[in-house]
């Protein structure tokens, strides 16, 4: 049996369920990077968040490079398990938190419609530092940043602008010192060079 909406209601008993509506609840996050470690931690804490109340956090997941976790989670409608595990003790989880997983390179207008979507707040990434094109000291590197998720949000942001909606949170997820400040930087560098009316 394949994990999708249709099969949940078949999950043994031991797995608890995520607790809320599914459906009512509006993509609220956009996050580039959806590998393992997004999904056992920001995609976790969401889940749990929405379970205790709060509304309109579901998650669009977006691939920039690889199809592949698109393609695993896509048939699942997002859903699946997680696990912790403590000594002996095991606890598993049915995460319902993604609602939506994009491949950039082969969706990209549809990526952008979600990032400029009324209902979208936050945009958040773990893309590891080389995710972020830094050239020689640091600066962008321009050419390379044309196929990372600058121009995508980007254009996200100028149809918000267009359509008088507010801005965003870039919340950078990754380990790394200062990442608020850089990818502050990097991006208005990519603004900087076409559009700088969006640094604002």
């Not at 969706?107 to 936050?122: G, N």
């Not at 080389?130 to 149809?159: C, M, T």
Request: one cysteine or more.
């Amino acid at each position: 049996m394949r994990l999708s909406a249709e099969t949940v209601a078949h999950l043994p008993p031991e797995v608890e369920p995520y607790g809320y509506v599914r459906e009512s609840q509006g993509i609220g996050i956009v996050h580039f990077g959806i590998g393992a470690f997004h999904r056992a931690h920001q995609a976790w804490y969401t889940d749990l968040a929405m379970a205790a109340g709060e509304r309109d956090w579901a998650i669009c997941g977006v691939s920039l490079r690889s199809a592949r976790v698109a393609h695993q989670l896509s048939p699942q409608d997002g859903l699946y398990t997680l696990t912790e595990r403590s000594g002996d003790d095991a606890r598993t989880r049915l995460i319902g938190a993604v609602r939506e997983v994009l491949f950039a390179p082969e969706q990209r207008e549809a990526v952008i419609a979600r990032i400029a979507a009324s209902e979208c707040r936050i945009v958040s990434l773990t893309i590891t530092e080389k995710g972020h094109v830094r050239g020689k000291g640091g600066a962008l590197d321009q050419e390379a940043a044309a196929l990372s998720f600058y121009p995508i949000l980007a254009e996200a942001l100028e149809q918000r602008m267009a359509g008088g909606l507010a801005g965003l949170t870039l919340l950078p997820c990754d380990n790394l010192a200062d990442h608020g400040a850089v990818l502050r930087r990097l991006m208005g560098e990519w603004l900087a060079r076409d559009t700088p009316e969006l640094a604002d």
